[in-house]
């Protein structure tokens, strides 16, 4: 690695600075004059039918400027996913039904906040409640309310990248709540169990939690003299968001304009477009003034989105020696009353499964179901830690049957580089999972402290480790399918790069700041960023796929090294070298070979400028998430290529079991990740700790307390998030494997190390006390029932 | 009814006309327009809004504007003395201590009065006074390396005066 000047070096972060003295700007930090507060009005019922909507006496009060309902916006339903298979389901408020509590009704814009919230008070609507359904289970049997009468196909989203849209019809009766299926079948899957030595079967079930950002969903609309809508949004990706909301509002894409603002967390819960951002653009429309909506908390935790609650089904036949011979899961989530990520979800567990274990033969199903909570959607891993803890958890007792040590028999399985993922095709060109789960068993000491808790000595502490690992994906086909940059050199012999990243903490204007500087050969002050201004920057994918360094960062490290072209071309006319002769860095171009023959970039620019018609070299680049992907891949059936590289971890938890009051403490988290190459080595320790500080909020003690569709704790106070009192020691390590698809070989971080924590923690409990908790979080009330039922039964 | 009030953020002091139930937070947010503390959670639980007052750590959120009259505000906004960071916010940049940054500010602050009062603290002791700032970004482990970071800087630059 000593070949770079600026990647693989932990460098401060660019846009630190601006963070640590408060001048960094978040949606809701914007003020403009006449700038309007909105807030909106929403259903208290699960599942009601809108009689009326009276909203005169709020239209009435003074210092209100607009209001608006569902009869705004009649007809218009919008969806993350929003395919001819699935037609867009929600309508950002509600016109004749609601289908949550929190379902958006009304809003209003007034002077201030206080005004907004009593015109809110002052609009009557009249409902008339129908029977909901509160449980994925429930919603499936047979005579269950329905909470979506109708499918609403028409045209797709899509419909302009070639998707195949389908003519306007009338609504179709729906007959389930089945929001989405995925199947998968391949290999022999009878032959498969006949021929294992020893099969089990187990169901794990976990519970919804929050992303939790700090900076709660905020989003600020104004038109311009020309139409056009301005917006800043809490957003994970803007291009995204542009293409979105110019569909829902009738406008041409380049209408609209979202510009930049710093983004204070999103963890998957930010990519969607809400209700909110479409009210706050249609009522700054109907006021003619800036109009800003500020989510509260509650409003943030309990109407936007949330992560899944989910059971899964895991049987698994293995030869004597531990190695998979058939394996068929089942996974049903509760996506909510509309479907929100459902039909990702369950194409995902499918997805982030499969490359970690080779299994010869597979049956797949997954079922998004509609209820009447809370809408669910992507949560960094997304879907990858409920199925890796309920896969991992399964294998450690299988290994445990067995006779096997845990890591031989995931050695045994894991998959290697050159393999070919069955159904997509995807080929792991660099593959680090077996070098990720040594290195976490080695530095975590497994073979010394595995097996050694006596599970029938009655000592109140007792200890134990249990590993796991997972996989991630590094982009995917899905707008806008790829992203540009342009790098535009300066007279100085500096650089600035237009890339449409969205900074939300993950470190992206530096990371991508690195990649041109090393790429351009000058040092990393010499790069300054614009980025997160879909008028100001070329296209980009977005950082909601883990495609963020590996997209992005390939597309700007080509346009660096289209400006470093052009600046060879230019100096081997001045020096009369050839290119192949010169090399570009320190912002000099020299002769190799002769360090003191070369041309300083500034020189180089400027002899341009005089003598090839005032160029000023501006270099740009573009690249496909998946090159040979033609749309995306089919949901329904994990058809079609889904990734260019798959990013892998192994994590190894130790942790401490109080058996008096079921308390579980983590002492130590190991984990290596391999993220192909380090593009910035703090910012990926700092991704890894993020995901295991996340995880171990969701193994141990988040959980949305959801009764009858409402949620009894969204505040900071009963949604209890992991604090500086509750990190444990942790090692976070980085496995090399050099893709050969990436960008100085580098491959997704952000998420991939969320997912081996959940079953690293219950096999590490396992290990400890012997008891096997099946259920997130694990709490200290499931660990005394469990040890008691163990103690009763071993009387 | 309004009332007439003077408070003094940062060694300015503005007259400023608020609502008695006006919160400290919004009257820096709106009226001043200083947008460094942030609203994380409006219930004093998630510490973005931490604001010193008179060199004590408080949650803006749950102090009334007019309270915090008579007593002197400093936001992150009047940390950095002339430019020149406090060793704090150098720490916090150098360490990695910064993710999305919504919580920075806070953290900042409760850190800067942790290593006023206490020079040379122990990682329990750098735990327990940042308890009350939740970050979602970093697991903790970064700030917490700063804090120590910084507070050897401080001890240091102390101890050669």
């Known amino acids: 690695m000593s070949e770079f000047a600026v990647v693989g070096k932990p460098l401060p972060r660019v846009d630190a600075r601006e963070k640590v003295t408060g001048a960094a700007s978040y949606a809701g930090d914007i003020r403009l004059p006449g700038m309007l507060c909105g807030r909106i009005l929403r259903s208290p019922h699960p599942h009601a039918r809108i009689v009326s909507v009276d909203t005169s006496r709020a239209e009435k009060l003074k210092g209100v400027y607009a209001v608006l309902t569902g009869r705004d916006m009649a007809g218009l339903r919008v969806a993350f996913v929003d395919t001819p298979k699935y037609p867009a389901d929600e309508p950002p408020f509600a016109l004749d039904r609601v289908r949550y509590i929190g379902d958006e009704v009304a809003a209003v814009a007034a002077v201030d906040d206080a005004t907004a919230a009593e015109a809110l008070s002052l609009i009557r609507v009249e409902y008339e409640e129908l029977p909901a359904v509160f449980s994925a289970a429930d919603a499936l049997k047979p005579g269950a309310p329905l909470v979506h009468e109708f499918d609403y196909p028409g045209k797709s989203i899509w419909e302009d990248w070639g998707a195949r849209g389908r003519p306007q019809s009338d609504p179709v009766p729906r007959k389930d709540n089945i929001a989405a299926r995925t199947f998968v079948e391949f290999g022999d899957l009878a032959k498969g169990f006949a021929e294992a030595y020893h099969t089990r079967a187990d169901t794990y079930e976990v519970a919804p939690v929050a992303h939790a950002p700090l900076e709660p969903h905020a989003a600020l609309a104004y038109w311009d003299a020309s139409g056009k809508l301005n917006m800043h949004v809490a957003s994970m990706g803007i291009f995204y968001k542009r293409f979105v909301l110019a569909k829902a509002l009738g406008l041409s894409i380049s209408q609209v304009r979202i510009l930049k603002s710093y983004v204070g967390g999103a963890f998957g819960g930010k990519i969607d477009v809400f209700p909110y951002e479409i009210g706050a653009a249609l009522l700054a429309r109907k006021a003619g003034r800036p109009v800003r909506i500020e989510l509260s908390r509650e409003e943030s935790l309990a109407t936007t989105r949330m992560d899944f609650h989910a059971t899964v089904h895991v049987k698994t036949g293995v030869r004597r020696d531990g190695t998979i011979t058939a394996q068929d899961i089942r996974v049903t989530v509760d996506t909510g009353a509309y479907r929100g990520t459902g039909p990702v979800v369950v194409f995902l567990c499918y997805s982030y499964n499969i490359p970690v274990y080779r299994v010869p033969a597979q049956r797949y199903e997954g079922l998004a179901v509609y209820t009447n909570n809370p809408i669910k959607g992507p949560k960094r891993g997304h879907g990858a830690p409920f199925i890796r803890f309920a896969v991992d958890s399964h294998m450690d007792m299988i290994a445990q049957e067995l006779g096997i040590d845990t890591v031989e028999l995931m050695l045994r399985n894991a998959r290697d580089r050159g393999e070919v993922m069955p159904t997509s095709g995807d080929v792991l060109h660099s593959c680090g999972l077996k070098d990720a789960i040594t290195a976490a068993a080695r530095d975590g000491d497994w073979t010394a402290k595995r097996r050694k808790s006596n599970w029938n000595v009655p000592e109140r502490f007792k200890r134990g480790v249990g590993i796991s690992a997972c996989s991630m994906f590094s982009g995917s086909p899905y707008y806008p399918f790829g992203s540009a940059a342009v790098v535009k050199m300066h007279d100085d012999g500096g650089a600035t790069v237009f890339a449409g990243t969205v900074e939300m903490g993950q470190g992206s204007e530096t990371t991508l700041s690195q990649i041109a500087a090393e790429e351009l050969g000058v040092p990393l002050n010499d790069i300054r960023m614009i980025s997160g201004d879909t008028e100001l920057t070329p296209i980009e994918f977005g950082s909601f796929l883990s495609g963020g360094a590996f997209v992005t960062g390939k597309a700007v490290k080509l346009a660096a090294a289209d400006a470093k072209r052009q600046l060879l071309e230019m100096a081997s006319r001045l020096l009369e070298v050839d290119v192949a002769d010169l090399e570009a860095r320190d912002k000099v171009v020299r002769v190799k070979g002769v360090p003191r023959h070369g041309l300083g970039y500034a020189e180089i620019i400027a002899a341009s400028v005089k003598q090839a018609n005032a160029d000023p070299i501006i270099g740009k680049g573009h690249h496909k998430s998946v090159p040979a992907a033609e749309l995306h891949p089919s949901l329904s059936t994990a058809k079609g290529r889904w990734t260019e590289a798959y990013g892998f971890a192994a994590q190894l938890a130790e942790v401490e079991v109080d058996t008096w009051t079921g308390k579980v403490r983590v002492l130590r988290l190991v984990t290596y990740h391999d993220c192909g190459f380090a593009l910035n080595p703090q910012i990926v320790e700092g991704q890894i700790e993020g995901c295991v500080s996340m995880a171990l909020g969701q193994t141990l003690q988040e959980r949305v307390d959801l009764r009858e569709g409402q949620m009894f704790n969204p505040d900071f106070i009963h949604y209890r998030m992991p604090l500086t009192l509750d990190t444990p020691e942790m090692v976070s390590g980085m496995i090399h494997s050099d893709e050969p698809q990436g960008p100085f070989g580098a491959k997704e971080v952000g998420e991939g190390a969320v997912s081996g924590v959940m079953a690293a923690v219950a096999n590490a409990v396992y290990d400890a006390v012997g008891v096997r908790v099946t259920r997130l979080p694990i709490t200290p009330a499931r660990i005394l029932g469990k040890l008691s039922r163990a103690e009763a039964a071993s009387r | ?161």
């Not at chain 2, 916010?89 to 290593?115: D, I, N, R």
């Open chain 2, 1 to 161: 009814m309004k009332r007439l009030i003077q408070l003094h953020v940062n060694g300015q002091t503005h007259d400023l006309v608020v609502h008695p139930a006006r919160t400290l937070l919004d009257v820096l947010r709106d009226q001043l327009g200083l947008t460094g503390a942030k609203r994380g959670c409006g219930l004093g639980a998630c510490g973005a809004c931490t604001v010193l007052l008179d060199g004590r750590p408080a949650a803006a959120c749950l102090t009334l504007a007019v309270e915090a009259a008579d007593q002197e505000v400093l936001t992150i906004e009047g940390l950095a003395e002339g430019g020149a960071l406090h060793p704090v916010q150098e720490a916090f940049v150098e360490s990695g201590a910064v993710q999305c940054g919504f919580c920075t500010p806070g953290m900042v602050l409760s850190a800067k009065t942790l290593l006023d009062r206490c020079p040379d603290p122990k990682p329990e002791e750098i735990r327990e006074a940042l308890a009350g700032n939740v970050c979602r970004c970093t697991g903790y482990v970064k700030i917490i390396e700063a804090v120590s970071i910084a507070a050897r800087r401080m001890r240091e630059a102390a101890s050669g005066n």
